[in-house]
């Protein structure tokens, strides 16, 4: 989905701490570019809040009373036409992120994160993207490794040098419109690009597929 510049993004929050669900809201609608349209203590209202509003993207803590975040994860993605669903955590919720990523989010990030940083990625995430902070990253790669979830050495080989530029946006995070203007591509073509790359990686989507990006750095 793409929205108009001057059309803010739509956010439904999650997180069972009200001090943290106020905070967030005033740094993400500081500059005009997201619009909190309603926060949930729980994945019960989540749900609700989603279904009443319609919003663009969820930021989902995932551990919450009730239902947790994991749970309305896989509530939310199961529906049609769900919003971007990006988890919010902290440093000590391996598990669950790793979770998660299995699950479907699109996107991960830390609560501790730049508000600039944060507002940028749900805008990115509104956008078609995904979104990972590093410092994820960084804890998520050795556990896939070791869970054997992704290939030691993945073998990049197999994907054509335009594949290898369509993977490397991809993993920055860019929607398919950003890397169809970064190539000059058609959007149509590009998402023809993501699906082989995501088909030759033996990925589920667009995260796995930045992850393996990670993985292997600069090397390709």
């Known amino acids: 989905m793409r929205l108009p510049d ?4 739509r956010l439904v929050l999650a997180d069972d701490e009200a001090l943290l669900r106020r905070g967030l809201r005033v740094l993400l609608e500081a500059d005009g570019r997201v619009e909190v349209v ?4 729980d994945g019960a209202a989540l749900l609700d809040a989603v279904r009443r509003h319609r919003p663009d993207v969820a930021l989902v803590d995932v551990q919450m009373p009730g239902m947790d975040g994991l749970a309305a994860l896989r509530a939310l993605l199961a529906w049609t036409n769900p919003p971007a669903v990006a988890v919010l955590t902290t440093f000590d919720l391996d598990d669950y992120v790793a979770t998660a990523l299995e699950v479907g989010a699109q996107g991960f990030l830390l609560k501790d994160a730049e508000p600039e940083a944060l507002v940028r ?4 995430l509104a956008a078609g993207g995904a979104v990972l902070d590093p410092r ?3 804890r998520l790669l050795p556990r896939f490794r070791t869970a054997g979830r992704f290939r030691q050495n993945p073998q990049l080989d197999v994907l054509s040098a335009r594949e290898k530029q369509v993977l490397a946006l991809l993993a920055s995070g860019q929607s ?9 591509l058609s959007e149509a073509t590009v998402k023809s690009y993501v699906s082989t790359v995501l088909t030759k990686l ?10 393996v990006a990670h993985q292997v750095g600069g090397a390709w």
């Open 6 to 9: 001057h059309v803010p993004v």
């Open 38 to 41: 309603a926060e949930a203590a």
């Open 121 to 124: 990625a749900v805008v990115d």
């Open 136 to 138: 994820i990253t960084a």
């Open 176 to 184: 398919n419109n950003a890397i169809a203007v970064n190539l000059g």
């Open 202 to 211: 033996g990925v589920e989507n667009r995260v796995q597929a930045a992850l």
